[in-house]
């Protein structure tokens, strides 16, 4: 690493220093040490290291803390264990913060006192997008959304060409003109989402949530530029970047002139647009936002759609993304579509809200430096599933479809991995 400037601290410690935060000072001063934390954390179970536990990941911001915003860390810093902000401690905050970290909150559910650890390690995330040193990968996924719409950079003109196909294929097999997929169309009740991992490798999925649209009548359109769900900012530490990718969005909102906003299968994308993205924009979203899983819900409550069960017979089971179930409260809601699409549904241990992180969230698909720890610590989630004995692990978040796809390769679970959209569509009875 080239020595850091002193511009680089100054910003990095702007953001350790911020007045307003009374929550950050909270947290830094209430961990008392206990360790209980540790065998909540998938890297410290898979890896079995001491730097892992999350208590560690909090003393590396704490001590900072103490060395700048305390009296006796500037008098006698090693009095305290006060750290100085230099090349070393950037390059283990980096390899800590970024490299062993999801921030999926398990940690937070366990801690005796109540510490919300993935806040603290969000805000040395932060500090390190302050000094330009989030990964290069990871902001290479940034990047792209800022410049194309999209994180994963995939141009109009093909994203448009797939969407055509499955339309296409939708239409032939409803038989009916009316099963569209439609594009770019103004006041429309819903504006959906996509993460760009459907229309590059996920299709499929696309036209089963088409398929629920159709079979519920609804009135709803699609982005040809402005679809993604996603924001990497989140997980990069860049406020000013999320804001932008939040933005997006909004716009089209308004563009299209729609009046709800259906997020996509995404746990960290959910979270980011609907809980973090007014505090991105700086004010209340002025339109209706909602998870496609509590719209299909709906659907199957008011009896705009109809399930038989009976047509799935293998048993299933599902994953709970952190950023929907712990961290969203949406764990009831999405058994709820399970148990009305399902005949043998069972249960990981843990499960819901105590559930293990898939492995793949925090940014971690996204920097592939830590592809040997992302797929070691998927093993635990692995093991969840080969003992429920089922054929189907469903989930509503493509990020832990594409870990879950790499883990079920990995591990040799041989399972099929769904999104709740494609279960929902195989048990969906058309009415003509």
């Known amino acids: 690493m080239k020595k850091l ?7 990095a410690l702007k953001v350790l220093k911020m007045p307003a935060d009374s929550k950050l000072i909270t947290h830094l001063n209430a961990c008392v040490h206990c360790g209980l934390c540790a065998t909540s954390c998938m890297y410290f179970i898979a890896l079995q290291n001491d730097k892992y536990t999350p208590a560690r990941k909090v003393e590396l911001v704490a001590s ?5 915003c305390t009296l006796t860390g500037k008098i006698v810093p090693k009095l305290v264990n006060a750290r100085e902000l230099d090349e070393q401690m950037a390059e283990e905050m980096i390899d800590i913060l970024f490299g062993a970290c999801t921030m999926c909150g398990r940690c937070v559910k366990h801690c005796s006192i109540g510490v919300d650890i993935a806040y603290i390690v969000r805000v040395g995330r932060q500090m390190l997008a302050a000094m330009d040193l989030v990964p290069a990968t990871l902001q290479a996924t940034v990047d792209a959304a800022l410049t194309t719409g999209n994180n994963m950079a995939i141009p109009t003109e093909e994203f448009v060409d797939t969407i055509q196909w499955m339309e296409e294929e939708l239409l032939d097999e409803m038989n009916d003109k009316n099963a569209r997929i ?4 103004k006041d429309k ?3 959906y989402t996509l993460n760009p991992r459907e229309p590059k490798f996920f299709p499929l999925s696309i036209s089963a949530m088409a398929k629920v649209f159709y079979a519920a009548k609804e009135s709803w359109t699609l982005s040809s530029k402005m679809y993604d769900v996603t924001n990497y900012g989140l997980f990069s530490g860049n406020n000013e970047h999320a804001a932008v990718i939040a933005q997006h969005l909004y716009d089209e909102v308004k563009r299209l002139n729609a009046n709800t906003l259906v997020l996509g299968e995404c746990g960290h994308g ?5 809980w973090e ?3 991105y924009l700086g004010m209340e979203y002025d339109f209706d936002v909602i998870t496609v899983v509590e719209l299909i819900n709906d659907y199957i409550r008011s009896g705009r759609i109809k399930l038989d069960k009976s047509l799935i017979k293998e048993r299933v089971t599902m994953h709970d993304p952190c950023h929907l179930s712990r961290n969203g409260g949406l764990e009831s809601e999405l058994r709820f579509a399970l148990n009305n699409s399902v005949s043998d549904f069972v249960e990981m241990t843990p499960h819901g ?3 293990f992180c898939c492995g793949g969230g925090g940014g971690q698909l996204a920097m592939s430096e830590y592809n040997d720890r992302r ?7 692995a093991e969840q599933i080969r003992k429920t004995g089922a054929s189907i692990v469903v989930t509503p978040c493509h990020n832990c479809i594409d870990q879950l796809m790499q883990i079920n390769h990995t591990y040799k679970l041989n399972v099929k991995i769904k999104s709740i959209a494609e279960i929902v569509a195989d048990a969906l009875v058309i009415e003509k």
């Open 64 to 68: 900072l803390y103490r060395r700048y």
């Open 270 to 274: 959910s979270r980011a647009t609907r």
């Open 189 to 191: 009740h819903i504006l």
């Open 375 to 381: 797929i070691k610590i998927g093993e635990i989630k």
């Open 5 to 11: 400037t002193k511009e680089q601290i100054d910003k």
């Open 277 to 279: 993205g007014p505090n």
């Open 353 to 355: 809200f105590d559930n």
């Open 182 to 185: 439609p594009l770019d169309e």
